[in-house]
């Protein structure tokens, strides 16, 4: 009996080294052989915690990136849209129709209703 707890004391004064826990002395106590389902389930665990972590980076990098790109597009847009529009207006069609040649001229009376 006395010679258990002389053997205990020993264990419990041994000090981690770093050569004690590289050599694989740390997996022969008893504190981790009691939990090592435990230890088993926290390492899973914390591997599917950095691969979520690792995808939502990426996607996170995606939604970056396509709303760069939405933001280009729109501008693009709102140029293309303002281009038009200062081509439709009457004064820009009468000086486009007068560089072609086309002989056409705006009606120089208002139209009327023909029926109510």
């Known amino acids: 009996m006395n010679q258990k707890k002389q ?3 020993k264990k419990k004064n041994r000090r981690f080294t770093v050569l004690y ?3 694989g002395g740390i997996l022969k106590e008893e ?3 009691k939990h090592t389902h435990m230890i088993v389930l926290i390492v899973i665990l914390l591997f ?3 691969s979520n972590r690792y995808i939502c980076l990426l996607k996170l990098r995606e939604i970056g990136r396509l709303e760069e790109e ?4 729109k501008n693009q847009a709102v140029a293309i849209s303002s281009e038009l529009t200062g081509s439709n207006r ?3 069609i009468e ?3 007068k560089k072609q040649g086309l002989g056409l001229e705006s009606a120089q ?3 009327y209703i023909l029926y109510k």
């Open 7 to 9: 053997s205990h004391k």
């Open 21 to 23: 826990f590289l050599s």
């Open 31 to 33: 504190f981790v052989i």
């Open 48 to 50: 599917l915690l950095i």
């Open 70 to 73: 939405l933001r280009d597009v």
């Open 90 to 92: 009457l004064s820009e």
């Open 95 to 97: 000086e486009m129709i």
């Open 109 to 111: 009376t208002p139209p």
